[in-house]
């Protein structure tokens, strides 16, 4: 691990389990609609000036969760800011030991230097980056025990929080991703609430070379990626069923491609193999920077697309529980046009 700058930092603090803010967007609580799970504390991560995961990224969508989107959406959105954090028994589930050793070292390696360090060329971790990887994926995990929980009518989550996480692999943290948040919580379905079959979709640009690394030697995983290829990682270049049981399907998409050939990926190729595999859970890696705004990749998606792609999942489920997980998206006012469209399909598809 080594120092990129003196950024000082204050120390990680791990807040005490099972305290939860509620933000409602009216006295009565949401008796049904999507819970939104949030925390500041994933705001403070930060890789240093000019990076493209900023914490401006989350902390402008926390703004216009509470201050617009929670008004206009009244009972149908609750707002969560719990403070869980996941243990190393949860992230073992789909994380060797020795990553998470590796990163707890990382991540007191900051603290005590009070500086930002750098894993490789873009993953760096700061004094707080240990704290909000840790509630990331904490509040996917509480996502999952409330939509499976039968004390509540919630079936449907959002959990709005950084770092991504489809990128990390089993033992390789990279591409900005530590913990890999969205497995995790797809893994405690299982392993908790006995959930035999879950499925993990992915539109961002970027493929999800973690999500499909602990996907593809499972059969009881599905996997199924809409990505621009070529484009980092590198991985996802070849269409069609693999995997362990043909349980992975891949959807590249070359640069230049748009709204119809993205609509055709999941019309004609991811969705139809979703429904094949009849999952009883649906998890989403949810990027949007395929978006014709966003300045890493050279995909040329509109806001209608995200509200598309969502509501197309939610009719795909046939009314299993869905568990979505902020990814990328690096330009923020596109980002907020697109989250909220996907917030939208979750509460009306």
């Given at each position: 691990?080594?120092?990129l700058?003196?950024?000082?930092?204050?120390?990680?603090?791990?807040?005490?389990?099972?305290?939860?803010?509620?933000?409602?967007?009216?006295?009565?609580?949401?008796?049904?609609g999507?819970?939104?799970?949030?925390?500041p504390i994933?705001?403070?991560?930060?890789?240093?000036?000019?990076?493209?995961?900023?914490p401006?990224?989350?902390?402008?969508?926390?703004?216009?969760?509470?201050d617009?989107?929670?008004?206009?959406?009244?009972?149908?959105?609750r707002?969560?800011?719990?403070?869980?954090?996941?243990?190393?028994?949860?992230?073992?589930?789909v994380?060797?030991?020795?990553?998470v050793?590796?990163?707890?070292?990382?991540?007191?390696a900051?603290?005590?230097?009070?500086?930002?360090?750098s894993?490789?060329?873009?993953?760096?971790?700061?004094?707080e980056?240990?704290?909000?990887?840790?509630?990331?994926?904490?509040?996917?995990?509480?996502a999952?025990?409330?939509?499976?929980?039968?004390?509540?009518?919630?079936?449907?989550?959002?959990?709005?929080?950084?770092?991504?996480?489809?990128?990390?692999?089993?033992?390789?943290?990279?591409?900005?991703?530590?913990?890999?948040h969205?497995?995790?919580a797809?893994?405690?379905?299982?392993?908790?609430?006995?959930?035999?079959?879950?499925a993990?979709?992915?539109?961002?640009?970027?493929?999800?070379?973690?999500?499909?690394?602990?996907?593809?030697?499972?059969?009881?995983?599905?996997?199924?990626?809409s990505?621009?290829?070529?484009?980092?990682?590198?991985?996802?270049r070849?269409?069609?069923p693999?995997?362990?049981?043909?349980?992975?399907?891949?959807?590249?998409?070359?640069?230049?491609?748009?709204s119809?050939?993205?609509r055709?990926a999941?019309?004609?190729?991811?969705?139809p193999?979703?429904?094949?595999?009849?999952?009883?859970?649906?998890?989403i890696?949810?990027?949007f920077?395929a978006?014709?705004?966003?300045?890493?990749a050279?995909?040329?998606?509109?806001?209608?697309?995200?509200?598309?792609?969502t509501?197309?999942?939610?009719?795909?489920?046939?009314?299993?529980?869905?568990?979505?997980?902020?990814?990328g998206?690096?330009?923020?006012?596109?980002?907020g046009?697109c989250?909220?469209?996907?917030?939208?399909?979750?509460?009306e598809?």
């Amino acid at each position: 691990v080594n120092a990129l700058t003196g950024a000082a930092g204050r120390p990680l603090l791990r807040s005490a389990r099972g305290c939860t803010r509620h933000f409602r967007s009216s006295v009565a609580p949401a008796a049904a609609g999507l819970s939104l799970y949030t925390h500041p504390i994933c705001v403070a991560h930060t890789a240093g000036g000019g990076h493209p995961e900023s914490p401006e990224r989350l902390s402008s969508l926390i703004r216009l969760a509470k201050d617009v989107w929670a008004p206009a959406f009244g009972d149908s959105l609750r707002i969560l800011e719990p403070e869980v954090d996941a243990t190393d028994e949860q992230l073992l589930r789909v994380h060797t030991e020795h990553h998470v050793k590796m990163l707890k070292a990382a991540f007191a390696a900051a603290q005590e230097r009070q500086a930002i360090l750098s894993l490789d060329s873009d993953t760096r971790v700061c004094p707080e980056t240990g704290a909000a990887c840790f509630r990331a994926s904490g509040l996917a995990i509480a996502a999952v025990d409330e939509v499976f929980s039968s004390d509540s009518s919630a079936t449907r989550a959002f959990v709005m929080a950084r770092p991504p996480g489809h990128h990390a692999e089993p033992e390789q943290a990279m591409g900005f991703c530590f913990f890999n948040h969205i497995m995790v919580a797809a893994a405690h379905a299982q392993e908790v609430h006995g959930k035999q079959r879950v499925a993990v979709l992915d539109f961002d640009v970027h493929h999800g070379n973690g999500d499909q690394a602990m996907c593809s030697p499972d059969a009881t995983r599905f996997y199924g990626s809409s990505h621009q290829y070529p484009c980092y990682p590198g991985t996802g270049r070849n269409p069609g069923p693999t995997g362990v049981a043909n349980q992975v399907v891949n959807a590249p998409l070359k640069p230049g491609a748009g709204s119809a050939e993205f609509r055709a990926a999941w019309s004609d190729v991811i969705l139809p193999a979703l429904s094949e595999f009849a999952p009883d859970a649906v998890f989403i890696s949810a990027g949007f920077d395929a978006h014709t705004d966003d300045p890493l990749a050279s995909l040329y998606l509109n806001d209608d697309d995200y509200e598309w792609v969502t509501a197309q999942i939610v009719e795909a489920a046939r009314g299993v529980p869905i568990v979505s997980y902020l990814e990328g998206g690096y330009n923020i006012e596109a980002l907020g046009r697109c989250v909220h469209a996907h917030v939208k399909a979750l509460i009306e598809a």
